[in-house]
């Protein structure tokens, strides 16, 4: 039996998905504090409800960095989508525009340093990124982990955005 077929993917693209949006309808447990928070971390794979195993591991990795990080859902509601491969799949980020230097160099250090990806290992992310006027962009990359920079440049792009 082959397995499937890695495609690479790298987009970047307007986004419908506001901080304000998701502070309108933010679980009851964020919604107090959603304001103090830089980084949630979204649901993926297309769903509603389901985030990626290992989610809780990035949201401490990012907090305890001093990146104030929530993940968009209530403790009861919380559910881990396991996809068992090789592949590293880290997420689905909504960034406030202000952290996203910070953030990034983050994000790099957790992919090499905490999970100690090699080169050719596969990764798949998802940022969403707010821009200085409120509206946001989403960037995907679905690749090699020696050119997820080239997603990391697209975001940090944003930050200098006027």
Same mark, same amino acid.
């Given at each position: 039996m082959a397995g499937l077929e890695f495609k690479e993917r790298f987009d970047v693209?307007?986004? %419908?998905?506001?901080?304000?949006?998701?502070a309108k309808n933010a679980p009851s447990e964020l919604s107090e504090n959603i304001d103090e928070v830089a980084?949630?971390?979204l649901p993926s794979h297309d769903t509603d409800d389901c985030f990626y195993s290992g989610s809780l591991d990035t949201l401490d990795y990012l907090n305890n960095n001093a990146l104030k990080?929530? %993940?968009y859902a209530n403790d009861d509601e919380y559910k881990e989508l396991g996809l068992h491969?090789?592949?590293i799949w880290l997420g689905t980020?909504? %960034?406030k525009n202000i952290v996203i230097?910070?953030?990034c160099g983050l994000v790099s250090s957790y992919v090499y340093d905490k999970l100690k990806a090699n080169k050719d290992d596969k990764?798949?992310?998802k940022f969403v990124v707010e821009k200085k006027d409120g509206k946001s962009s989403t960037v995907c990359y679905d690749g090699k982990v020696e050119d997820v920079e080239k997603a990391l440049n697209a %975001?940090?792009?944003?930050?200098n955005d006027d």
């Open positions: 693209s307007s986004s %419908v998905i506001t901080f304000e949006q998701l980084v949630l971390i990080t929530e %993940v491969a090789a592949d980020f909504f %960034v230097p910070v953030f990764i798949s992310l %975001v940090k792009e944003f930050s």
